[in-house]
Structures are given as structure tokens and as C-alpha cells.
């Protein structure tokens, strides 16, 4: 059975840098085909994709939030981490760890319950 | 860069009535990579369809996905009161990866 869970802070101030964790089981990041997005989500908003990482360490980020977003994992730790440098409050929402199958038409199959992050001075 | 846009943006239903949403692609896309998400208040996206019409583990057969190229299409055939919720289409393409669509909101009438 696959699981996810974030872990983070939940206020931050504008220009700090974003820690959040991502902690699974059920699955290795090693295996062929597998990978971790992460997701996020603006307080009554759509979703918005942010980045993932594949099991052949493969990274890929949102153009929009590429210069601030570095994705890395710890394959040891079952952990995948997400750092966004210099937030702002439009960085304010919920942040979403998802399950990637690449050979299920690369979809978010299995979701973390999210943890929210307030940016505000 | 592929925009979808999902429409209508709310739809008003009855339990045990049709529902349609549309999700429109700027620019063709391959169906294998098209997903359907359903979101209640409070919780997590689930996965509903990938691939465009293949049902994710767990989802009852009322639900259904179809299309191809710009247009894709989430039909729920008889609505049950626990389907109210926000749906969501997503698409992975090579650049920027995965996009959202903006969501319909399915609410009681």
C-alpha cells in the first residue's frame, strides 16, 4: 500500500526559503518508473503543478517556479523534498505530494494529504 | 505551452442525472496522458481517469472518460450526492510537463 505525507512549516515570512518533506512507503524511488510530484494549491484556487522527480533522478519543475524550486530526494530516508527560495504570499496555498506511475500514463495516482503554508509578514 | 480549459465552469444537477464536462486542449495532445481528478472540500485530489477512458483502481463504472486531440470529455452517468465535488482534467506533454485545467464545480441544484 502506498502512502505519502508532507511535513513542513506552516507560516513562513516573504523572502524566506520553503522547506517541505515528503516522507512515503509502500514503493522505492529506485524502481523503474516510478516518481514524486509535487502539487500545490491557492486558498480556493485550481491546482497548479510544481515539480517531480523520477526514479533515474530526473527532474523536472513548472517553468513559472523554475528559478526558485529545487526538487531532491533521499532515496535511504523514503523522502523526497521540495525548497522554494525567496516566497512570497502568492506562495500561500497547499502543497501536495503525489505517487507518479510512469506506465499509468505518468498520472498523480496516489496523493499525500497536503500541508498548508501561510506566507505573511 | 498547452492551456486546458474546462467547461462550464459550475454545473447544476439533480442526483441520478447526467453529467458532462468538457476539458479543451489549445493544442493537440495525446489522450494516453489526460487525467481526470475529483476534489472534495478539505481533501486531496483523487484520480479518477488516466489515459483519457481507463479507470484508476477503485472507481465505480459511472464514471467514464473519452476523446482525443483538443477535446476530452468526463461523463458521470448517474449521479450519486457523494460525486458533488470539483473535477480537474490534467495533461502531461513535454514542455511544461504537466498542466491543470481550472476546474468545474459540480454542485447540487
Known amino acids: 500500500q502506498i502512502t505519502l505525507k508532507e511535513s513542513g512549516p506552516t507560516l513562513m515570512k516573504p523572502t524566506q526559503t520553503l522547506t517541505l518533506t515528503c516522507t512515503f512507503s509502500?514503493?522505492?524511488?529506485?524502481?523503474?518508473?516510478?516518481?514524486v510530484g509535487w502539487i500545490r494549491q491557492p486558498p480556493g484556487k485550481a491546482l497548479e503543478w510544481v515539480a517531480v522527480?523520477?526514479?533515474?533522478?530526473?527532474?523536472r519543475y513548472s517553468p513559472s517556479l523554475k528559478s526558485r524550486v529545487t526538487i531532491t530526494r533521499d532515496t535511504s530516508k523514503y523522502q523526497v523534498v521540495l525548497t522554494m527560495t525567496d516566497v512570497d504570499p502568492l506562495d500561500t496555498g497547499t502543497y501536495f505530494c503525489?505517487?507518479?506511475?510512469?506506465?499509468?500514463?505518468?498520472?498523480?495516482?496516489?496523493w499525500g494529504q497536503g500541508t498548508t503554508v501561510t506566507v505573511s509578514s | 505551452e498547452v492551456v486546458l480549459t474546462q467547461s462550464p465552469g459550475t454545473l447544476s444537477l439533480s442526483p441520478g442525472e447526467r453529467a458532462t464536462l468538457s476539458c479543451r486542449a489549445s493544442?493537440?495532445?495525446?489522450?494516453?496522458?489526460l487525467m481526470w481528478y475529483q476534489q472534495k472540500p478539505g481533501q486531496a485530489p483523487r484520480l479518477l481517469i488516466y489515459?483519457?477512458?481507463s479507470r484508476a483502481t477503485g472507481i465505480p463504472d459511472r464514471f467514464s472518460g473519452s476523446g482525443s486531440g483538443t477535446d476530452f470529455t468526463l461523463t458521470i452517468s448517474r449521479l450519486e450526492p457523494e460525486d458533488f465535488a470539483v473535477y480537474y482534467c490534467?495533461?502531461?506533454?513535454?514542455?511544461?510537463?504537466?498542466?491543470f485545467g481550472q476546474g468545474t464545480k459540480l454542485d447540487i441544484k
Open positions: 503525489a505517487h507518479v506511475l510512469t506506465t499509468r500514463g505518468r498520472a498523480f495516482d496516489i
Open positions: 509502500g514503493f522505492s524511488l529506485t524502481t523503474s518508473g516510478m516518481g
Open positions: 522527480i523520477y526514479w533515474d533522478d530526473n527532474k
Open positions: 493544442q493537440s495532445v495525446s489522450s494516453n496522458y
Open positions: 489515459g483519457a477512458s
Open positions: 490534467l495533461v502531461y506533454v513535454n514542455t511544461p510537463l504537466y498542466t
